[in-house]
């Protein structure tokens, strides 16, 4: 399947670099390859990659200096490093210079694919020769952050609000909870407090707690000894020991394993840990900030979240708006992701219809910005506007706020805490009008299979889109529930690559 992605494989080892493009291609990927650090550099000058696989052990130019003069130089692609290097400070070296990740030699097929593709979902658009015609947008993350920024281009007082306080936050060291809904962009807030800190030219590292299990993601966060376990094959640093001097940024925080919250509240506290296997201690010097869609006070009732964690990191909390509530944001965040889409497809839609603008403002946003930008991608690529139409439903009434966050005993928090509840959108037209002399049978399978697409949103929207938490909570199988989904054309408003 064609990924649209085209991939430099910089090694001077033939057979290696021979495998890596071959494994590569039957995986859709279009790829390049160069033998040695200055072929590298003459293919990086096109700019036409959109990741690079980097040997870091290479005669005359090796892959340190390849990556070096390669972020000087501007270059904003993800670079995955691949060495049998096992050094951690190597591989910390590596990461300070700019790259996206690191991958050991040797390694399993599927591990190189899904490190790649993390690094492509997290690629930063490439350079325009001008800006969207809207508010300037602030900085762009720095090369070596992992993940790609959803769009800060902003008009809303809302929003500006809580640019205000992330400056008088940045430079304050101390843990910040970022709460909002799903989408809203609350990374794009971690970053810019990353940004506008004493930090900002070291190492920001974010890691999603609900994307691993507990047993992987322990040995993401502290990182893992040669032989700590099962293809363990070369000892590993962490993203704690990656972000030294730093910024950590845990996304979904409130999903994380409370065994792994102990020893998160032992580094908060103590500024060490032990990998995974280790006898050491690695002290660590990392800013963090976490963020969360739910609401962790229920969660400690439910002990499903350490109370002395929740008030460790509770010393400032920033509340990021939903997009239904800085509607002003949806014109310029438009015009930011269709150049954006534009830039990296070579082409595409120029500007949303009218009518779709229309739908857009009046549209409530249950996936917020992650889904404006979704349904702009697939306008920008299939420049057909009734693609789109049909999910997006008139604005509903607003619920009554609920607390999401209490403000701490102690503490500064500086911001509102409280969040509307999301809600599922109303259910889409999924085929064109019944007849009016319709068959009943037909009438009844069709307000069926609404009621389920319906009652799935909500569940999905209740978990944070946790898949295996709403069967359980529409007492279906995990295997049905994915069968549903298909069935009822329901589409993960944060799954910005469905389209590739």
């Not at 085209?6 to 995986?27: F, K, M, N, P, Q």
Request: proline letters at 8%; glycine letters at 8%.
């Amino acid at each position: 399947m064609e990924r649209n992605g085209s991939i430099l494989v910089i090694d001077d080892d033939d057979a290696t670099r021979s495998s890596l493009c071959e494994v590569l291609a039957g995986a859709g990927y279009r790829t390049q390859a160069a033998a040695g650090g200055m072929e590298g550099l003459d293919a990086l000058a096109s700019g036409e990659q959109d990741a690079v696989l980097l040997d870091l052990v290479m005669p005359s130019v090796d892959g340190f200096e390849v990556l070096r003069r390669y972020r000087e130089q501007g270059g904003r692609a993800p670079v995955v490093v691949l060495s049998a290097l096992s050094e951690a400070e190597d591989v910390v070296r590596a990461m300070r210079l700019g790259a996206s990740d690191y991958l050991p030699k040797p390694y399993e097929v599927s591990e190189l694919e899904l490190v790649l593709r993390r690094a492509l979902d997290g690629r930063p658009p490439r350079p325009s020769a001008t800006p969207p015609p809207s508010a300037p947008p602030r900085p762009a993350p720095e090369p070596g952050i992992e993940g790609e920024a959803v769009a800060t281009v902003t008009l809303s007082a809302a929003m500006e609000r809580v640019w205000a306080l992330v400056e008088r936050v940045a430079d304050t060291d101390v843990p910040v909870l970022l709460v909002g809904e799903s989408g809203v962009g609350k990374d794009v807030v971690a970053r810019r407090i990353h940004a506008a800190s004493h930090r900002a030219a070291r190492p920001f590292v974010k890691i999603n707690c609900a994307a691993l299990p507990g047993e992987l993601l322990e040995s993401e966060l502290f990182g893992h000894e040669k032989g700590a376990f099962t293809g363990a094959h070369a000892e590993k640093p962490g993203k704690f020991e990656l972000a030294h001097q730093g910024t950590i940024f845990l996304d979904e925080i409130g999903e994380m394993d409370p065994r792994l919250q102990a020893k998160l509240l032992q580094v908060l506290q103590d500024e060490e840990y032990y990998r995974v296997g280790g006898k050491r201690s690695i002290r660590v010097d990392a800013r963090v900030v976490v963020a969360t869609n739910v609401d962790l006070e229920s969660a400690i009732e439910k002990g499903a979240f350490r109370e002395d964690l929740y008030y460790r990191l509770n010393v400032v909390t920033l509340r990021v708006p939903s997009l239904r509530e800085r509607k002003e944001d949806v014109a310029p965040l438009v015009r930011h992701f269709v150049e954006k889409y534009r830039r990296r497809y070579g082409g595409g839609l120029e500007k949303v219809p009218d009518e779709v603008m229309a739908r857009f403002h009046e549209y409530d946003w249950p996936g917020n910005v992650r889904e404006l930008e979704n349904l702009v991608r697939r306008l920008v690529v299939l420049k057909d506007p009734a693609m789109v139409l049909g999910e997006l439903a008139p604005a509903r009434l607003a619920a009554a706020p609920v607390p999401l966050v209490a403000s701490a005993p102690s503490g500064m928090n500086i911001a509102q805490n409280v969040a509307v509840p999301p809600k599922p959108p109303e259910p889409l037209a999924l085929h064109a009008p019944l007849p009016e002399d319709a068959p009943l049978k037909e009438v009844g399978k069709r307000a069926a299979r609404i009621a389920e697409r319906e009652a799935i949103l909500r569940a999905l929207g209740r978990t944070g889109w946790n898949k295996r938490k709403a069967a359980a909570r529409l007492q279906i199988s995990y295997k049905a529930l994915l069968y549903k989904i298909k069935e009822c054309e329901i589409v993960d408003p944060r799954n910005a690559a469905m389209i590739d």
